[in-house]
């Protein structure tokens, strides 16, 4: 799974999953562009860059809003004149019991999590039809799959991407463009260190493997299918759970 000559752009990359995702790229080849909504995610730009002596460009803004999106593609596409992959991965969590969550909070998760993959999207898949060749990847999670107590807006957003990842496969597949989602499970991250010991206790009691991801295991399947090993692949959701969801 090499990406030389490839442009690569990782929303939600400062850190975690999305950072581990960028780095799996600049290790294949790829020239990134990586967002965050801080100016710190020019720091993170220098310093994968000079790991892996590629081309990374920082970006800051924030990817649910239409202006900001229309500004980081003007970038894009000024600078590199095409996008080859676009992994959305930036999200937030406002957790709490469906009573007694906000109507706000309930809308930040879905405007970040949710609506910025839309608006994306539709960016990159412009390019990308034109180019006929593209590939897309949407970071979902198994709380899409089978809900979570606390996390209604969390849960919603991320079922709301399966399907939007869906229908979007659908319409554009003919082009050579493929989309597809990750569904993570439990991984080690800064969001799971904020959990309680005994509630990571027993979350890790009900994974056949006894242990957390890590962000470089979802990086990997990342990589798979914005590869041409899975040129073939289209509309699918690929869970890495470690086996949770078999129980």
Same mark, same amino acid.
């Given at each position: 799974?090499?990406?030389? #000559?490839?442009?690569?752009l990782v929303t939600g990359a400062s850190r975690g999953i999305g950072r581990a995702i960028?780095?799996?790229?600049?290790? #294949?080849?790829?020239?990134?562009?990586?967002?965050?909504t801080t100016n710190a995610i020019e720091d993170v730009a220098k310093e994968i860059s000079?790991?892996?002596?590629?081309?990374?460009?920082?970006?800051? #803004?924030?990817?649910?809003?239409?202006?900001?999106?229309?500004?980081?593609? +003007?970038?894009?596409?000024?600078?590199?004149?095409?996008?080859?992959?676009?992994?959305?991965?930036?999200?937030?969590?406002?957790?709490?019991?469906?009573?007694?969550?906000?109507?706000?909070?309930?809308?930040?998760?879905? +405007?970040v999590n949710l609506r910025s993959v839309f608006l994306v999207s539709k960016a990159a898949?412009?390019?990308?039809?034109?180019?006929?060749?593209?590939?897309?990847?949407?970071?979902?999670?198994?709380?899409?799959?089978?809900?979570?107590?606390?996390?209604?807006?969390?849960?919603?957003?991320?079922?709301?991407?399966? #399907?939007?990842?869906?229908?979007?496969?659908?319409?554009?597949?003919?082009?050579?463009?493929?989309? +597809?989602?990750? $569904?993570?499970?439990?991984?080690?991250?800064?969001?799971?260190?904020?959990?309680?010991?005994?509630?990571?206790?027993?979350?890790?009691?009900?994974?056949?493997?006894?242990?957390?991801?890590?962000?470089?295991?979802?990086?990997?399947?990342? $990589?798979?299918?914005?590869?041409?090993? $899975?040129?073939?692949?289209?509309?699918?959701?690929?869970?890495?759970?470690?086996?949770?969801?078999?129980?």
């Amino acid at each position: 799974m090499e990406f030389q #000559g490839k442009i690569a752009l990782v929303t939600g990359a400062s850190r975690g999953i999305g950072r581990a995702i960028a780095e799996r790229f600049a290790k #294949g080849g790829a020239t990134i562009i990586v967002t965050a909504t801080t100016n710190a995610i020019e720091d993170v730009a220098k310093e994968i860059s000079s790991k892996y002596n590629v081309e990374v460009l920082g970006v800051a #803004g924030n990817v649910s809003k239409e202006e900001d999106v229309e500004k980081l593609f +003007n970038i894009i596409l000024d600078k590199f004149g095409k996008i080859d992959i676009c992994v959305n991965n930036a999200g937030i969590t406002k957790d709490t019991l469906s009573m007694r969550m906000s109507a706000d909070d309930f809308d930040a998760v879905i +405007n970040v999590n949710l609506r910025s993959v839309f608006l994306v999207s539709k960016a990159a898949s412009l390019i990308m039809m034109k180019q006929k060749y593209g590939r897309i990847v949407n970071m979902s999670s198994i709380v899409g799959m089978r809900g979570n107590i606390g996390q209604a807006n969390y849960a919603a957003s991320k079922a709301g991407i399966i #399907g939007l990842t869906k229908s979007l496969a659908s319409e554009i597949a003919r082009r050579n463009v493929t989309v +597809n989602a990750v $569904a993570p499970g439990f991984i080690d991250t800064d969001m799971t260190k904020a959990i309680s010991d005994k509630a990571k206790e027993d979350f890790l009691s009900m994974i056949p493997m006894e242990k957390a991801g890590t962000p470089e295991d979802i990086a990997e399947a990342v $990589a798979f299918l914005a590869s041409d090993a $899975a040129k073939y692949i289209t509309g699918h959701t690929l869970v890495v759970d470690g086996g949770l969801l078999l129980r």
